[in-house]
């Protein structure tokens, strides 16, 4: 049997980025189960970290979320192991900015958790408004 250090997907990542993804747009575990073709209790089981979803729930998932699917591949990473941040240019800034903040060293997940959602509402505050003239 296979340990949480073996699985090749991130399962924490893809559930937090699917919980986060749907509580933004205000929609409930069934509506992104129509959306995505996803049952709702698969994607409760994803976003409580449970399930080690197939192929083709994380291909449908990934492509709700606009997401990459090499940011979930290659699952936890292990203590002092250096592996590379990825991201594409479409992704929302906040999401590029949350991935660096987990891959520093120097924070603890508890903080790099914090320090994303404060840069996120900071963010989405004042990505509203044009600069006064």
Not at 81 to 103: C, G, K, M, S, W
Request: aromatic share 4%; hydrophobic share 35%; glycine share 6%.
């Amino acid at each position: 049997m296979a340990t949480s250090d073996d699985n090749l997907v991130n399962v924490a990542e893809l559930g937090r980025a699917v919980k986060r993804e749907r509580e933004r747009r205000k929609m409930g575990l069934r509506a992104v189960a129509e959306a995505t073709g996803v049952s709702a209790s698969t994607l409760s089981r994803i976003e409580n970290g449970t399930c080690q979803p197939d192929a083709d729930n994380i291909a449908r998932l990934t492509k709700w979320l606009k997401m990459p699917v090499e940011r979930i591949m290659g699952g936890q990473s292990k203590k002092g192991e250096n592996q590379p941040v990825i991201y594409f240019p479409q992704e929302a800034t906040p999401d590029i900015v949350e991935v660096h903040l987990r891959a520093d060293k120097n924070l603890s997940p508890e903080s790099a958790a914090a320090l994303a959602e404060l840069f996120r509402v900071a963010y989405t505050q004042f990505s509203k408004h044009e600069p006064k003239k």
